[in-house]
C-alpha cells in the first residue's frame, strides 16, 4: 500500500517579477500580466503578478541598499527600527505583510519568483524544502513537460548557508532562474523559457485542485555544498578567472584534478575535491561581490508521495 | 596606384582599460598590467596602461554620473572646471591633463571595450585614420581566431565634434569583444583581448623599425542610423528583439525580416527598403540610450600603404 497526502485546494499564488532589478526576464512579463492578466489566469484560483523591488527595477540594478533576496529572516522582518531600515528591508517587510506572514497560515500557498542568471544554467526551478511533496510533484510535472529541453532543479537546502528568499515567505516557494542572460538584456530565447515554466507551473495547480491524483514520483535534484571563492590578491583584486575549460558547463561533473580556473599569470588551477561535483552558478556576474565563483553541487533523488486535493471542485 | 603614407614613429602608446567600470576583460587586463607592465615592452617602446574610470572600476558599474567615453569633447575639456562636474567630466579633464593637449605627443591609443551583442572582434576607429586601418589589417590577418572573427566598425563623430576618450590619441583603436555580460569576466573573451593588445603592440614596433605595409582592400561598416524598440505609451519597452535577429550582428538584414517580437506572438518587420547590417544587436549599455541596434552599411574601402617617416 502507498501512502497519499491530501491537501488543500491552493487559492493564492504570487508571481514576483524584478526581485533583482536587472534580471529583466521577470520584469517584462510581471508588466504584462499585471495589463493582460488572461494568460495567468486559472479558474478558482487567484493568481498575482507583483513587482519586488520597484527601486531596482527603475535603476536597473540588482538592488538598491541589500540584496533583496537575502533579507526574508525573522530578524528583519520584524525589525521595528523605521529609520535605519534599507529600502530593501523595508520592502521585505510590505511584501510580507502582503503575502506572508511568513510561516503562517495566512501566507500565500505559492510563490513563483522569477530569475536571470549570465551563468549556462538553462531553465532551472529553486526548491527550499526536500520534504514538499506538493513543489516536487510540480517540479516534476513541469520538468516532464518541459522536455526535451532539460529542466534542472537545485535544492538549496544546507545545514550552513541560509538563503531567506523573498519567495520564502509562501507555504510553497518556487524559484525560476534561468540563463545565460546578460544583466539588463532581454532575450526572447530565455523569455520564452521563463514563460513556459510558469504556464506548466499554473496548469499543474489548475489540475491539482480540480482533483487530479499525482502519483508517487522521484525527482532528481542538484543538492547545494558550497560555494567556491575566487584567488585574490593582498588588495582584494581577483588574480584568476574562471577557465575556459570550466565555463558554460553547469550541471556537468567537476573530478579532481580538472581546470577550475586560470590566473593572469597563465597558471592553471585545478579542483582539489575528493569527490566529484556538479557546480553552478558559475561566472554568476551578481556573485563576484559575494566573492563566489562557483557553488558546487551533489546529485541526489527526492521521492515525493502521491498527492491529492481534499475536495475536488 | 596611391602613394605611400609616411607617418612619424610612434613613441607614447597607451592601453586603456576600465573606460566603462563593467566591461571586465580590460579592467582585468589593465589592473595586471599595472602591477607587472613587462608584457607591454617592445624594442621601441613600452605601452603605459591607464585605468580610465577608477570608481566605476571600483563600483563594476558602467559610469558613476556620465559616460566617460562621451565626455571627451571640446566644450567639457576646455571649461574651467568646477566642484560641482560630474565625476567623468573632471576624470577626462585629468586624462586630458596627463596625454593632452589633443592628439599632440600622444601617437597611439588602445581602448579596450566589450559588449552584449555577439560583435566578436570589433575595431572602433575613426575615419580616415588610415594607420588605424593598417593596424586593423595586421590583426585581421595576424591573430586570428574563428570564435571571434574581425569586422572594422567606423565610430560616427557626433555633430559637435570629437567625444570619445580614444580620440586623444593622434591615432586609435577600441577593441569592442563580445558577448559577454556586464561584470563577467570570460577566459576566453579575455585571452582574445590579450592577444589582439599584443599583436596590436608588436604591429606599432614593427612599424616603428621600418617595416613598409602595402596597401590592401577591406570592407569597413558605416553607421545609418540607431534603431529604438516599440515603446508603449509610457515608453516602455513592448517588444523584444526578435529570436532571429537575436546574435544576428554584422549579418545582412533584408526587407521583411524579423526585427523585434510581441507577447503576443506578433513579430515587427524590417520595412527599410534596402539591406543593413545591424550591430550592437541587444546590447545592455544600449537600452538606457534607446538604441536597440545599430543599422549599419558596408563599403569598401582602398587603404594606401604605410611607412615610418625617417
Ligand atoms: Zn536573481
Ligand atoms: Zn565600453
Redesign the pocket.
Known sequence: MTARRVLNPVQRVAIFGGTHGNELSGVFLVNHWLKHGEEIARPGIEVRPFITNPGAVEKCVRYVDTDLNRVFDSENLRNENNLNLSYEVKRAQYINSIFGPKGSEDAYDVILDLHNTTSHMGATLILEDSKDDFTIQMFNYIKTSMAPLACSVLLIEHPRLKYATTRSIAKHPIGVEVGPQPQGVLRADVLDKMRRIIKHALDFINYFNDGKEFLPCILEVFKVLDNVAYPRNANGDCTAIIHNNLQDQDWKELKPGDPMFLTLDGRMIAYEGDCIVYPTFINEAAYYEKNQAFTTTQKMTLCAQAIRCTEPK | MSPTVQCGAVSQVVVVGG??GN?MSGVCLAKHWLQDPSELHRKSFTAEVLLANPIAVERCV?YIDRDL?RSFSHELLSASGSESDSYEAKRAREIYQKYGPKQSSLNFVIDL???TSNMGTTFLLFKGDNFALHLANYLQTKCVDPSFPCHILLIDIPEGGHVHLQSMGKHSVSL?LGPQPQGVARADVLTRMRALVNCSLDFLDLFNQGTEFPSFETDVHQVLYRADFPRNEDGEIEAVIHSELQDKDYLPLKPGDPIFQRLNGEDILYNGEKQIYPVFINEA?YYEKKVAFIATEKTHCLVPALKVQN
Open positions: 573606460t566603462h566591461e558602467r567615453n571595450h566589450n559588449t569592442e549599455a
